[in-house]
């Protein structure tokens, strides 16, 4: 039987983990995915921060909560994961999009700074992937898993958007991850996609905007603005649902065209 589009985007009955899902990106893709029915569990360090997400996705008639977790820690994921399994019972869909920077020129990049940054964006991911895979999606022969990569891991760094070479190395080894999962875990019925984002307002690049300007950021792009609180929604929902199933080892840039050009 043919399975109609709008069927094929929804996600009633589905469970997902959002980790750095308090705010920003995070929170965007936890209510795309809500919104579609899927139950959400979302992921920070800060506990205050989660309740109050939680309390806002609740009133849009979306069913969630929050545990405290720090990413780059592998006894707090291995809580996480605990936590998120008895909650939800089992994960369909994983997002990883919990991440640090570090704003300093590659010749005085701190080494502490470095792992922090590769700790958290990089062995973070793999920690809790691994423990997701082993514990839910690959007994069930289901998963989808959208990591949180950047436009900075598909490009180098401009001396005036200072993110850190530790965060452009760390984004480029999770559009690897991405390619190198997806071509393992294929067999396990587990699509395994990245999302790149190009600029979007955020705790992370505040710095930026006062430094340069909304505008001139913007004028990098073709489409000549940067990212809203709408712009992930589409692409994140196309990697959590079936009408993503035949879509895996893949990196989409949302970004309005910069790495087009």
Known sequence: MT?????????????????????????QIAEA???????????ARKADELEAAATELKKQGIDASGFAADSS????IARLVDAALSRLGHVDILVNNAG????????????????KVVNLNLRGVFVLTQAIGKRSMIPRRYG????????????????????????????GAVVN???ALAGEWGRYGITVNALAPGFFPSKMTRGTLE???????????????????????????????????HITGQILAVDGGVTAV
């Open 3 to 27: 399975k109609s589009i709008r069927s094929a985007f929804d996600l009633s009955g589905k469970t997902a983990l959002i980790t750095g899902g308090s705010r920003g990106l995070g929170l």
């Open 211 to 245: 430094r340069i300007g909304a505008d001139g950021v913007a004028r990098e792009a073709p489409l000549n603005r940067i990212g809203d609180d709408q712009d992930l929604k589409g692409a994140a929902l196309l990697f959590a649902s079936d009408a993503g199933k």
């Open 33 to 43: 995915l809500g919104e579609m029915g899927a139950r959400v569990m979302l992921s």
């Open 100 to 115: 640090a920077t570090w704003g300093a020129p590659a010749e005085d990049h701190p080494l502490e700074a470095w792992d």
């Open 177 to 179: 991850f991405t390619r």
């Open 73 to 76: 820690q592998p006894e707090s």
């Open 144 to 171: 989808r898993i959208i990591n949180v990569a950047s436009v900075a891991g598909l490009r180098g760094s401009r001396p005036d958007v200072l993110t850190g070479i530790a965060y452009h190395s760390s984004k």
